[in-house]
């Protein structure tokens, strides 16, 4: 192993990443440029994206909707000053799993079990769950043949299947285009479905084939809401392969490719278009034929245990993709428990996703070798394939990527890593402030500072020009030192700090 802090040198290198059961190659696609005067990052968790701010929303990659009703850069609605928000709020359960905005500055919330919203003027969250249309607990979604079909559409029996949130209900959540939200939920999904019988992972018989996945939740005036259910399934395999179910991520694009949300799943890395999602017509048309309108399921990056890889598929290691944001150019980085990479932007759903590793302009992991040699997976470890765990990644305005990690599993002591486009710095997250090694999350604000939490002693705020670090914990700004997302909202200016912990949220906006 090469030793233990200081700068790490990676093959920076476009590879042909294997999309597990998609195979590989296709043709990179002409750069899309993005708009005038606006920058790249998503309002989702893991800190959204570097770049400046851009007019206000609508178009885009997923179609026009309404416009907000405040102009992004300027202060919004709230009063900018700290806020937290627990029982006396609302909020019902604990813990909070998410704290995030649309682009009309509503404030959504969510626990395990609830979705909650707070408007512009409110004091007092209102609580949503499966009786105002989420798919949780009894409201599951039906199907037909695997399409989804509304309540009066004919079915037989043996052709009904059934899609709903796992019993640990949301998972995470992120704010859309204007009164809208996404919410990401739990699954279930047993390992070894070998369906076809020829050990390529065919998971079509699964009876939870349908769990777990993503609503669409819009707010109607009435105060009611709209809510439709996002099926991930993975393009042009003849429905054969559903591997992307649980939502460990989301973050949505308001600034270069409006309106265009990425999901990342414990398989693979989605991407969506909510404006252009439609249902099936006739009810039995081909699944393909209306996913490729708005869904590309999925991409990638990978790595093999113990050796590097064949080009056979045999021993990959990739998914749980807790980390996502995007970058300036309205490109996706995603980071996982195994590896890391960038994919690039296509507007075309199908496209994206069937590039395969043309569509990656980095990806780290493979191939690496023993003495820590080769393209390292962010953090060095004992081999290739080995944990590395990464919690999240963000991209500061200067276009450094920094990443978490709740501690690699063999190999140095550090837990957060910066990526200047040409090698890796790691560091001790008590260097940054951080109480505890294992870092839950990291954001970067557009001053250039760095958010990193931990699980157990709230956050840190970095600063690396300085290298001075100022933490906010329970008692002084924090409902709860166990925090369990972060995320910045840059729509607004100053930005919002959203913290989810064990005991409630908070919106930050006056930061130390």
Known sequence: MLGRGGAWVALAVVVAVAVAGCGSGGSTPAPVTPPAGGGGGGGGGGGGGGGGGGGGGGGGGGGGTTPPRFQFGTQGPWAVENATYDASAGIQETPVVGLSTDENQNRWLATPSALYLLRPGETRFRRFDERDGLHMGANRMRYCRDRPVRPETPCADADVSWGVAAPEGIRSIVGGG????????????????DCAANGDGQDWCDPD????????????????????RFDLLAGNHGAKYWHDRSIYRMVYDHFAHPHTLYAGTEHGVDLLFPDRFRWPDPPMEWLDSFNDDYMGDHLHASVCKDAPCDGTGAN???????????????????????????????????????????????????????????????????????????????????????????????????????????????YL???????????????????????????????????????TSRSIRAGSGLPSDRVTAIEVDRMPAPPTLHVSTAGGAAAIRVLP
């Open 178 to 193: 204007p009164d809208e939200v996404f919410v990401g939920y739990h699954a279930v999904h047993a390992s070894g479905w």
């Open 209 to 228: 084939r349908h769990s777990g996945k993503i609503d669409r939740v819009r707010l109607n005036a009435d105060g009611t809401l709209s809510v439709e």
């Open 316 to 426: 990959q290691r990739l998914g749980d993709w807790a980390g996502l944001a995007i970058d300036a150019n309205g490109d996706l980085w995603h980071a996982g428990r195994w590896a890391a990479g960038l994919i690039t932007w296509d507007p075309d759903p199908f496209h994206w996703f069937a590039r395969n590793g043309a569509a990656f302009k980095v990806a780290f992991g493979d191939p690496y070798y023993p003495d820590g040699t080769g393209n390292m997976p962010v953090f060095p470890v004992a081999n290739e394939g080995h944990d590395v765990l990464l919690t999240g990644v963000a991209v500061c305005p200067d276009g450094t990527v920094w990443f978490s990690s709740a501690g690699p599993a063999d190999g140095v002591m550090e837990t957060v890593a910066s990526w200047d486009g040409h090698r890796f710095t790691h």
């Open 429 to 467: 997250s008590s260097a940054l402030g951080l109480g505890e090694r294992p870092v839950r999350d990291i954001a970067c604000l557009p001053d250039g500072r760095v958010v990193v939490a931990g699980y157990t002693t709230g956050i840190s705020i970095w600063d690396p020009a300085t290298r």
